[in-house]
């Protein structure tokens, strides 16, 4: 008996498709879905009844969907995960995902497999920490653009911390490029925030990106903790998201999520940034904001918050941190939109005006923290 | 002067997006496109000339798609890349696919790019190798269901194997489950495929799977390794991009990379299959054919073909593996349209007749092998 069971019912990962189908059709899209995902060979094939009760999906509910298509949640025994996480990937949208005619909408993992995840580490606690935040929520800009020397980024760093921005993190575009290489710019930045605490008692986070294959983010990731940094950034699925499971299982300070390549996948934004990357480990989770450069709207929005803050089971809450093209003269309204527990990332916006960097900075954290009151 | 130049000119990555908007947007939005995948800040906040030149994207080339909105061909100056993997990603794809009225139709990475990511270490001439295959296009299938135990997954791999099929992958849902943990179905397998050459004289290559965050794949590959495998199998989207890579950098066999996860996302399967699964070092890629239970074109296969066995500067070809729920009758079909240098993944239709495998087998072998005259 090698299935693993719950009360007597083997447990299910649950995944929500829609289908854009005809009514005809739906059942047996449903079912074939069940097979693609799990034992890939034709019902037939499985021969087997252990094979069928232990490993094959099965179709749990099926109901048109209100704006045309269908919606189906599938139920894969866990064992066919393995409880790991590339293998839940394809569990959940892998041979589908070649299948145009099918969108990923939500991820149920349950218990076993969240706990195998493992989720946050830090999570919300973990950012209040770092940055010593409490009762209000954070503010956060990056320095940018790429192109510009290590003088200049830490120069914007230093800017951002004497105007008591909670959070300076790179820009998601500095890698290890020749203007700024990456070692430089964390020693430079972190000494520039260092050096404006020590002048004004604010002592921002400064966060730098990882970015690159698994081991040159395991080196910087060792660079950064040992060079002071209280946060990292990174974007999972620019680094594939096993290996950003990995950068959380080791990192010994909160990590931030950028949303970068997320949008390539044909999967909601609510189950790729509100379930997936905080199941994956993330502590915060950048996402494009109604109100942005971005095309995402409220409701959407929402949802993602609400799932970061309050997952199911065990898993520890995540900061949502909403974002993209972020005016200034909309970041009350946000406040007020997110709440409490949630960080505000506003950045090219702060370097419109030239020479206005600081005082537009400090607009920005007035802005923040005197907006009230809050849920 | 940190920009990389050649005879005088700035190398460029370039990238052909669709936007889906109208012709009074065109201009406006492909410029923004441009600012978004570099400097991601407004143009009026690049206010240094130097970071105009080296690392602002520009629009090279801006047309009407005659199926409707336009296609951009942008230029990015290699160095925004760092030349890394993950951050070419990002360059390529990263901010833009949160923008829904963009598509990524092709990427011509330069001759830079290609060096630093390396392309293909075995390609078709590593496949060819290891299975001894000359002059014809080879065969190819998969143990399943999962869910099967590993003496029932072995005796499949031994059946195909005296039936003379050149390559037997584990199905790319196998993985480290409870029903076959991985290390003894590679050793079972490997073991049977072994048996079946003392006696018959053919010698089937056994591609075990390779899954899991990085940490894992790279224990996997070495258990392989040193247990005989001569191919494995890994899916470039389920590992992440960059994984991938340092998995093709480190194997001293040939990696076949499956297409699982990779329809999620928005880039146009020419792209990622043709060209970003061979450039990240891929030596055969699976693809969903024509006459599969996939719905991809004949023209977009042929170019996937196309491009994987003839890629630009010094990349070594790799190998095409139409595939995707491919019936025995097809095959002779298929031989025809891919030509010799190919392998044919036929899967569950070898299983579809109770206790016909061993003959659908042969039936497979003989199509393939006796198709005539051959380009």
Same sequence: chains 1, 2.
């Avoid at 569990?91 to 299948?99: A, K, P, Q, R, W």
Wanted: net charge neutral; charged share 25%.
């Amino acid at each position: 008996m090698l299935a693993r069971e719950r009360g007597g019912a083997l447990e299910l990962l649950r995944v929500t498709y829609h289908l854009d189908v005809r009514a005809a059709e739906a059942d047996a899209r449903a079912e074939a879905v069940a097979r693609e995902q799990t034992v890939e060979v034709p019902r037939a094939v499985v021969r087997d009844p252990e094979v069928a009760r232990e490993a094959l999906g099965r179709v749990e509910r099926l109901e048109e969907d209100p704006a045309g298509g269908f919606r189906a949640t599938l139920g894969y025994p866990v064992a066919t995960t393995g409880l790991d996480p590339a293998q839940f990937l394809n569990v959940v949208f892998g041979n589908s995902s070649l299948h145009e005619d099918l969108r990923c909408l939500d991820v149920e993992p349950g218990p076993e497999l969240r706990a195998a995840l493992g989720g946050p580490r830090h999570g919300i606690l973990g950012l209040r920490r770092a940055t010593g935040v409490e009762g209000r929520p954070l503010t956060c800009t990056a320095i940018k653009p790429m192109g510009l020397r290590t003088p200049a980024l830490a120069g914007l760093a230093a800017s951002f911390a004497r105007a008591g921005i909670d959070v300076v993190k790179d820009d998601h575009g500095l890698a290890d490029q020749p203007w700024s290489p990456f070692r430089e710019r964390v020693r430079a930045c972190l000494e520039a925030v260092e050096r404006v605490a020590a002048e004004t008692g604010h002592r921002t986070v400064y966060a730098p990106n990882l970015i690159g294959t698994p081991e040159r983010v395991r080196d910087a990731l060792r660079f950064a903790e040992d060079a002071g940094a209280r946060a990292v950034l990174a974007a999972p699925m620019l680094l594939g998201l096993p290996a950003f499971l990995e950068l959380c299982r080791s990192s010994s300070v909160p990590v931030i999520a950028h949303p970068a390549f997320g949008g390539a996948l044909r999967i909601a934004p609510e189950a790729l940034f509100g379930r997936i990357y905080p199941l994956f480990g993330a502590d915060a989770v950048i996402f494009v904001s109604f109100g942005s450069r971005f095309s995402q709207g409220e409701e959407a929005c929402r949802r993602i918050a609400d799932r970061l803050r309050a997952p199911a089971g065990h898993q520890r809450p995540a900061l949502p941190v909403p974002a993209g093209g972020i005016s200034l003269e909309s970041a009350p309204k946000l406040v007020e939109f997110y709440g409490r527990d949630a960080m505000l990332l506003v950045g090219g916006d702060l370097q419109v005006e030239e020479g206005a960097l600081l005082e537009r900075s400090r607009r920005f954290v007035r802005a923040v923290r005197e907006a009230a009151p809050l849920p």
